[in-house]
């Protein structure tokens, strides 16, 4: 399994609108239903003046082949995501899998196109 976990640095107001964004243009009648969101949360828990909210969205795909699959498609980058971004400071995703799998080595997987 592997786990994309998307952090996004936004005002703690406009995390209802990103929520909304996604809920309405992303999640529903996707062709291609990788990733699959998993759970989605906020950091702090309560709103602090002058202090930015994070928003975790954890996805996940099958495994390293459908991660790339993913990655190869042209049309895998959804048009919401300009759209989201108007909101956030900053957006970052990290690429996750378990710490005990064994990884490969450059060369040992052949890249899905």
Not at 11 to 21: I, Q, R, T, Y
Not at 47 to 66: E, I, N, R, S, Y
């Amino acid at each position: 399994m592997i786990h994309l976990l998307d952090e996004l640095t936004l005002d703690a107001g406009d995390v209802k609108h990103v929520l909304a964004l996604l809920d309405e243009e992303l999640l529903p009648g996707r062709a291609e239903p990788v990733p699959q969101l998993v759970n989605r949360w906020v950091s702090p828990p309560v709103v602090v003046p002058g202090v930015a909210t994070t928003l975790w969205l954890l996805w996940q795909v099958p495994d390293v082949m459908a991660y790339y699959r993913m990655r190869g498609n042209p049309g895998s980058t959804p048009e919401v995501w300009p759209k989201v971004d108007r909101f956030c400071s900053s957006r970052r995703r990290h690429i996750l899998t378990d710490a005990g799998t064994m990884l490969p080595m450059p060369g040992e997987v052949a890249h899905a196109v």
